[in-house]
């Protein structure tokens, strides 16, 4: 009767958007999103991985490779809340886990480099060179993973994978460790899938 249909809409959970935002354990495949950017930050080799990806990761494994430059909010955040696992370059990408649900969101970032200049890496400009852009008075960042506070605070929640930092200001990664942190954090506890096998 109704304690039936109240049972079964609580196990469904997450809300309206079509039901795009529903508990990713409930899901029976893993789905892929590959944020890739058209003008700083980009992934030369971001195809590889995937190939790569899709020969290791679980059979029925879904892919979605996005230029994320020109979407909305809106567009970003759907795309991340129908992802149960997420590449990207670490950055301004990684603060659209806020715009949607990340439970259960294994996350493999790209580091980069504390020696570069920002965009392409974490160094800021001095004032007067970034005044227009919000300069960051020189400031410089030693951890080429500028928001692992953000990683950190959202820590029972998703599963962060760290790739270290390609030297300089080319983002070409190394595949096999992307493979390997993506097995690590899709197979954590918290983001695995009790309907996938490996």
């Known amino acids: 009767g109704d304690n039936k249909k109240k049972k079964k809409k ?19 495949r893993h789905h ?12 030369p080799n971001l195809a590889a991985l995937e ?16 230029l994320v430059d020109h979407l909305t909010l809106r567009d970003q955040a759907l795309l991340f809340a129908q992802a149960t696992a997420v590449f990207a370059v670490e ?43 919000g300069g960051g008075g020189g400031l410089r960042f030693d951890d080429p993973f500028t928001h692992r506070p953000l990683l950190l605070a959202l820590g029972r929640d998703v599963c962060p994978g760290l790739v270290d930092a390609t030297p300089g200001a080319n983002f070409e990664v190394n595949v096999s460790a992307a493979v390997q942190a993506f097995k690590h954090a899709m197979q954590d506890p918290k983001c695995a899938l009790p309907h996938v096998k490996w």
């Open 10 to 28: 609580k196990r469904r959970g997450g809300g309206g958007g079509g039901g795009v935002t529903f508990p990713r354990r409930l899901r029976r």
């Open 32 to 43: 892929v999103l590959l944020v890739q950017r058209s003008h700083s930050r980009v992934v």
């Open 51 to 66: 190939d790569a990806l899709r020969v290791a990761l679980p059979a029925g494994t879904t892919f979605l490779t996005a």
């Open 91 to 133: 950055g301004g990408a990684v603060d659209d886990l806020l715009l949607a649900d990340p439970r259960g969101l294994a996350v493999v970032l790209l580091g980069r480099d504390p020696a570069v200049p920002y965009p392409e890496g974490c160094a800021l400009p001095p004032p007067d060179e970034g005044a227009e852009e």
